[in-house]
């Protein structure tokens, strides 16, 4: 066993074991009804179990690989997903051509191979900006105007801490921490504001460690227009220029447009 890996086995169990004393600690407090945990408790407790602060602010880029899946049983189609510095560029190669999608820092955009270009306008430019954000898990309340622990509930058959927040651009989302692993199960959230179906769920599961990272590699997203399923295979650590951020030249042309 190399040094290396000596070190990140032992960094390993120290984090599990931080979270495994944290937990039913938690636990205790709500069991006897007279307190939930708070919601700091909840957030250290999470990212502790995917890894600590450490290990997520290590990489300044990130590569996701895998498979995006229109339905449960549908066909599979192969999905990248790009991060470095607040940048975002994600793609998926469907038969009828590549469907992007990206947030350069300013400019949040899809490219669709049916419908061509498209700019995001408004609060949803807001809400790209973090989904570009690879840190994300370790800073989710800078993304909250507010947030609170509103009880213990059930949540795709798991019992979980359930967290009701308001982020900065007023949208209600609700999260939900495993109370024994804490892991997030999932979110819930209404979309209708930007033009969605109205509720929505991500469900994740399948946790696997990526570079000390624990992430979910699969990833399940279900509305009253069905279920998609996202399927990681693969992680890499700093291995994104740049580059790869710049806007396609028909979405230039229209950022020229509604300059």
């Known amino acids: 066993m190399s040094a290396a890996h000596l070190r990140r086995t032992v960094n390993a169990v120290a984090l599990a074991l931080s979270v495994a004393l944290a937990m039913p600690a938690l636990c205790a407090e709500q069991s006897g009804s007279r307190a939930l945990p708070s919601v700091k408790a909840v957030m250290d407790a999470y990212v502790a179990a995917i890894g600590g602060r450490e290990v997520i602010f290590k990489h300044r880029s990130m590569t996701i690989r895998g498979e995006f899946l229109a ?25 009828s051509g590549q469907y992007r999608e990206g947030f350069d820092g ?27 954000d690879m840190h994300y898990p370790a800073r989710i309340l800078d993304y909250f105007h507010s947030m609170e622990v509103v009880d213990v509930a059930d949540f795709e058959g798991h019992t979980c801490f359930h967290l009701r927040g308001t982020n900065e651009w007023g949208q209600v989302n609700e999260q939900f921490y495993d109370t024994q692993s804490g892991l997030l199960i999932g979110y819930r959230f209404n979309s209708a504001w930007r033009g969605g179906p109205g509720e929505e769920r991500e469900v994740f599961s399948g ?32 291995d994104v220029p740049d580059s790869v951020f710049e806007l396609p030249a028909e979405v230039r042309a229209l950022v020229g447009k509604t300059a």
């Open 207 to 238: 946790y696997k460690e990526f570079g000390g990272w624990l992430m979910p590699t699969r990833a399940e997203h279900k509305s009253a227009d069905g279920q998609q399923v996202e399927i990681t295979t693969d992680v890499s650590f700093d």
């Open 106 to 132: 300013q400019v949040a955009w899809r490219v669709h191979p049916r419908t061509g270009p498209a700019l995001f306008q408004g609060d949803v430019v807001k809400s790209k900006q973090r989904d570009a």
């Open 71 to 95: 339905s449960e049983k549908g066909s599979a189609f192969d999905r990248r997903v790009y991060y470095r510095d607040g940048k975002m560029l994600y793609e998926i190669a469907l038969p």
